[in-house]
T-cell receptor, first 112, second 112 residues
């Protein structure tokens, strides 16, 4: 089925470790986004991309990096994980104005 | 003032009853409006777009009131499976990256 696929679904990291979250979409969408969701905080935008080879900062970019080398993939990296990065991470894509987001199923990350 | 505001609830609804709730938005130039549904520990899923003339999808009716800058969602004949958090989503005009702004969500609990 067409959509947004996130890997991995779950991960436990130790403080200071690094990891990369992968988001892949097969809908040929231009725009892609990474959000985190914490209890009582709602969805907060980390980084986004308006097309292949472009990235930009969202509301809470510190501690994260992103890359979009191919249109269908948007990678979120944590260089040195901290307990404050324990969260659920959602990737989303969007074709353009007037249309909503399609979300991936999320990655549940725990940093101990 | 938050860009998109929702009553967090919970709205406790007897099965079969009707429930309605609103979402206010601050930017009068917003053009795209959506309701998303999010189940516990799952990704948000598009429930319906909200059009100027209002729209209906089965038991769900969405309305837009531009003068007062709010959108509403009405659920008729509530089912147990309607229990979820409902997210109001609004576009941010001229925002870089075609970003959407999310409300904090309204929690609905349908009880037997």
């Amino acid at each position: 089925n067409a959509g947004v696929t996130q890997t991995p679904k779950f991960r436990v990291l130790k403080t200071g470790q690094s990891m990369t979250l992968l988001c892949a979409q097969d809908m040929n969408h231009e725009y892609m986004y990474w959000y985190r969701q914490d209890p009582g905080m709602g969805l907060r935008l980390i980084h986004y991309s308006v097309g292949e080879g472009t990235t930009a900062k969202g509301e809470v970019p510190d501690g994260y990096n992103v890359s979009r080398l191919k249109k269908q993939n948007f990678l979120l990296g944590l260089e040195s994980a901290a307990p404050s990065q324990t969260s659920v991470y959602f990737c989303a894509s969007r074709q353009g104005q007037g249309l909503g987001y399609t979300f991936g199923s999320g990655t549940r990350l725990t940093v101990v | 003032r938050k860009e998109v505001e929702q009553d967090p609830g919970p709205f406790n609804v007897p099965e079969g009853a009707t429930v309605a709730f609103n979402c206010t938005y601050s930017n009068s130039a917003s053009q795209s409006f959506f309701w998303y549904r999010q189940d516990c520990r799952k990704e948000p899923k598009l429930l319906m777009s909200v059009y100027s003339s209002g729209n209906e999808d089965g038991r769900f009716t969405a309305q837009l009131n531009r003068a007062s800058q709010y959108i509403s969602l009405l659920i008729r004949d509530s089912k147990l499976s309607d229990s979820a958090t409902y997210l109001c989503v609004v576009n941010k005009p001229k925002a870089a990256g075609n970003k959407l702004t999310f409300g904090g969500g309204t929690r609905v609990l349908v009880k037997p």
